[in-house]
């Protein structure tokens, strides 16, 4: 087990880590909007949803992997509502690549963010 970290992606706000390799699969942590200097990304959940994909595009790439070779994310959403707007920024990165996925409204994510992403993903 390889516990994976990059300054270019925020910091855990809690006792866990970014991403964990287990034999050849990445686990990522749910990636919320934050900077990697740890600002909230302020404006509409696609904004929020764009950021928390250069997140992911960060602990991927540290971890020898990519959104090509992600095989299950799941999406929290604070509100349904939001689903049409995050599953087309959501399409915008993953277009031909189409891995399997589960989308759930949640009460609350952490930081009061609109979207949080969690992937796993095969290492090459």
């Known amino acids: ?9 925020p910091a855990a706000i809690g ?14 942590s749910g990636q919320i909007p934050l900077t990697a200097e740890g600002a909230m990304i302020e ?7 764009r950021q928390v994909f250069q997140n992911l595009q960060a ?6 992997a990519s959104l090509e070779t992600v095989v299950k994310a799941t999406v929290f959403i ?13 399409g915008e990165y993953f277009h031909t690549h189409k891995p399997a996925r589960s989308c ?3 009460a609350r994510l952490p ?11 095969l290492v090459k």
Do not use: C, H, W
């Not at 964990?20 to 686990?27: G, Q």
């Not at 930081?111 to 993903?121: G, H, M, N, R």
């Open 59 to 64: 602990v991927l790439k540290e971890a020898g």
């Open 78 to 90: 604070k509100d349904m509502n939001d689903f049409s707007n995050i599953n087309e920024v959501y």
């Open 104 to 106: 759930v409204e949640v």
């Open 111 to 121: 930081k009061d963010a609109l979207v949080e992403i969690e992937v796993i993903a």
């Open 43 to 49: 404006g509409d959940v696609a904004a929020q949803t």
């Open 15 to 28: 006792p866990y880590s970014q991403g964990i390799i287990v034999n050849n699969l990445f686990y990522s």
């Open 1 to 9: 087990m390889r516990v994976v970290s990059t300054n270019q992606a």
